[in-house]
């Protein structure tokens, strides 16, 4: 597949996983024989990062391939950046891209990335499908995120587009997120195969616990950066799309790429948003189904479609695991309420693994009608600005009208009636 790290939060939530993906490689070769030596994940034909580097401003990017000497190996014709920006605005940067041409005759910045993954595409053994990484609040992310992932759905009909979008801070971070996040919502409703969703909030509410110290059970005076935040969806992330093996004398891999959890997750099309919960420690799997658990709010009283639950650790946590797969089947049935019609809701991914040592490392994607919390938040949020037609200029300078946000708003809420009906 080939990844696509899209604005800010995308190019620094990539770096930072390209830089776990090099490390779980390295460990993963240390006292293995030649015949089960590894080649790196998602490698290509000529040795490059199956990845393209997109941002409207150069200072991310630039930082990004200063600063980490892994991001180096990212093929020099599949960098994209402009000085422009976009203005933390989801129309300027869609427009941009698809409705406005230019005068001067330059190329629409969608027209050259489109550009760059057909060459990076070309690179790789098998071109399943692209993943996108980026936020749902920025003009980048958010807008040309759409407008290229609905090039690359007419490029690529029959291919799989996976958008790993995370939601904003509820506080506040730009005075049209709230907006954004429902134009590229309603987007990728319309264009991707599958959405991982990963939310700011309850991100830094999972890390915050995590390191808080003894003494301080709640986390007030531990200290959470955007850095810890990345560290956490990147391990999630890496636990969920890095190969498999099956058992620690013949290391033959399950999968190596996302698609097999697209499909296990996503049979509906109409329901295709991924909760992901994630955790990992020395602890039993029981404390790590209870840390992982703790990312949840109001899940338990909303049914669930179908939950893929992927594991990592060595030959003894893995047989401990392997025993007991049946009783936590049935537990995850009765606390994810999944839907009666589904026979087989719950897979299981197991990884034997010899250099993680004691560490295990545990992730529960559910696609859940847990999502309707967050939905309808984004709808109140949206619909009280719109009601009041706050900042709607901004969106009709560059021809977002009042008909593309009422489309925006029936998607979503057809969203949300279609999870509502899961029981």
């Known amino acids: 597949c080939v990844f696509i790290n899209l604005g800010q939060c995308g190019n620094q939530l990539g770096q930072v996983f390209w830089r776990e993906v090099d490390q779980w490689h390295k460990r993963s070769q240390l006292g293995a024989t030649k015949d089960v030596k590894t080649r790196f994940p998602y490698s290509t034909l000529d040795g490059s990062l199956p990845c393209v580097l997109v941002d409207t401003e150069r200072k991310v990017v630039a930082k990004c391939i200063t600063s980490e000497p892994l991001m180096r190996r990212v093929a020099s014709d599949?960098?994209?950046?402009?000085?422009?920006?976009?203005?933390?605005?989801?129309?300027?940067?869609?427009?941009?891209?698809?409705?406005?041409?230019?005068?001067?005759?330059?190329?629409?910045?969608?027209?050259?990335?489109?550009?760059?993954?057909?060459?990076?595409?070309?690179?790789v053994d098998c071109y399943n499908g692209t993943v996108l990484l980026h936020s749902t609040a920025g003009g980048t992310g958010s807008g040309l995120g759409c407008a290229l992932l609905e090039r690359l759905r007419d490029d690529y009909p029959a291919h799989l587009l996976l958008s790993i979008a995370v939601a904003p801070f509820a506080s506040g971070e730009t005075?049209?997120?709230?907006?954004?996040?429902?134009?590229?919502?309603?987007?990728?409703?319309?264009?991707?195969?599958a959405v991982?969703?990963?939310q700011n909030d309850l991100i830094l509410k999972h890390v915050s616990k995590s390191a808080a110290?003894?003494?301080?059970?709640?986390?007030?005076?531990?200290?959470?950066?955007?850095?810890?935040?990345?560290?956490?969806?990147?391990?999630?992330?890496?636990?969920?799309?890095?190969?498999?093996?099956?058992s620690e004398r013949k290391r033959s891999a399950v999968f190596s790429e996302p698609w097999e959890l697209v499909r296990s997750l996503c049979p509906n099309p109409a329901l295709k948003y991924i909760?992901?919960?994630?955790?990992?420690?020395?602890?039993?799997?029981?404390?790590?189904?209870?840390?992982?658990?703790?990312?949840?709010?109001?899940?338990?009283?909303?049914?669930?479609?179908?939950?893929?639950?992927?594991?990592?650790?060595?030959?003894?946590?893995?047989?401990?695991?392997?025993?007991?797969?049946?009783?936590?089947?049935?537990?995850?049935k009765q606390l994810y309420r999944t839907v009666e019609w589904n026979p087989f809701p719950v897979d299981f991914y197991l990884?034997?693994?010899?250099?993680?040592?004691?560490?295990?490392?545990?992730?529960?994607?559910?696609?859940?009608?847990?999502?309707?919390?967050?939905?309808?938040?984004?709808?109140?949020?949206?619909?009280a600005m719109y009601k009041e037609g706050a900042y709607l200029h901004w969106y009709e300078r560059y021809g977002c009208g009042k008909e593309t946000f009422e489309e925006a708003f029936d998607t979503l809420r057809e969203v949300v009636s279609e999870y509502s009906r899961l029981q």
């Open 351 to 383: 990884s034997h693994e010899p250099h993680l040592g004691p560490q295990k490392m545990l992730t529960v994607l559910a696609n859940s009608a847990h999502i309707v919390d967050y939905i309808e938040s984004v709808l109140q949020r949206a619909g």
């Open 78 to 123: 599949c960098v994209f950046t402009e000085c422009r920006g976009r203005g933390n605005n989801w129309a300027y940067g869609y427009s941009q891209d698809v409705g406005f041409r230019f005068q001067d005759g330059r190329v629409p910045s969608v027209e050259s990335i489109a550009e760059q993954v057909r060459r990076m595409a070309e690179r």
């Open 213 to 246: 110290k003894a003494g301080d059970p709640l986390g007030t005076s531990v200290s959470v950066s955007m850095e810890d935040l990345n560290g956490h969806i990147s391990h999630t992330l890496c636990n969920s799309f890095l190969p498999l093996w099956s």
């Open 175 to 193: 005075p049209l997120q709230h907006y954004n996040s429902l134009l590229c919502l309603s987007w990728l409703q319309q264009y991707a195969d």
């Open 275 to 332: 909760t992901p919960m994630h955790a990992q420690s020395s602890g039993t799997w029981e404390q790590l189904f209870t840390t992982a658990g703790h990312q949840r709010s109001a899940a338990a009283c909303r049914h669930t479609l179908c939950l893929a639950v992927v594991t990592r650790g060595n030959q003894v946590s893995m047989k401990q695991f392997s025993d007991s797969t049946n009783s936590t089947e049935k537990r995850l």
């Open 196 to 198: 991982l969703l990963f």
